[in-house]
């Protein structure tokens, strides 16, 4: 009995589908990782495989923009209504860092799969909000969610872009760990954290000087 539940054990382990979760190439990019030149990113109006642009480090953090400011100005020019985003790409590289923003999710995720947590995206839209009976436009969070390196996902479940030097990152991806979009009518809750220090504070700095040199509204 006690041999065939020794078999039965060493059956049901050899079983499993290996993946690349243990995999060299998993473990160095959780360390650090570097993103590609591209993105194969959930965006609007097809813009979904954006230039990947380094713009700074802050705190541990390296934040990359994945937005395409060419096609957006393109589509402008040619009366073509688009919405007033952007999106950016946050790299937790410092391991504290990475580890005290799984702990944060964590909390609200506790049934997640987050020990592989290595980036984020972060997208925003000039929105009309009302501000003391005053139509106003301002950024708010539109969209937030995380994901692990491809390569420690099963390369079964690998989209074709990320064999050719694309970061992915798509709601629907293998990859993704836990996101949110925000209801229709945004709460305060949501809107860009107010802390002029901060990492997403400097983030939409440095992305609405990049709106303002394509001629977008920023």
């Not at 994945?66 to 410092?94: C, R």
């Not at 944060?104 to 995206?121: D, I, Q």
């Not at 479940?157 to 949110?180: L, V, W």
Request: aromatic residues 10%.
């Amino acid at each position: 009995m006690r041999k065939t539940l020794e078999s039965l054990l060493i059956l049901m382990f050899l079983s499993f589908p290996a993946t690349a979760q243990t995999t060299d190439a998993c473990r160095e990019d959780v360390r650090h990782s570097k993103l590609p030149e591209h993105a194969f990113i959930d965006d609007v109006l097809g813009l979904n495989q954006p230039p990947v642009v380094f713009l700074f480090s802050q705190d541990g953090v390296d934040v990359y923009s994945a937005t395409d400011f060419k096609a957006m100005q393109v589509f402008q020019k040619s009366g073509v209504p688009i919405a007033n985003a952007f999106t950016v790409i946050l790299v937790y590289q410092d391991e504290r860092v990475r580890q005290k923003k799984i702990e944060s999710l964590r909390k609200e995720n506790p049934y997640y799969h987050l020990v592989n947590l290595k980036f984020a995206t972060w997208r925003f839209e000039l929105t009309p909000v009302w501000d003391n009976n005053v139509l106003k436009r301002k950024w708010l969070v539109a969209g937030i969610a995380y994901f692990t390196p491809v390569s420690c996902e099963p390369i079964e479940s690998r989209m074709p872009a990320s064999s050719q030097g694309y970061i992915e990152a798509t709601i629907n991806g293998k990859n993704r760990i836990t996101g949110r979009m925000p209801p229709i009518d945004i709460p305060v809750s949501q809107r860009l954290p107010a802390a002029p220090n901060s990492v997403l504070s400097r983030a939409l700095e440095v992305m609405r000087h990049q709106l303002e040199s394509y001629g977008l509204p920023n």
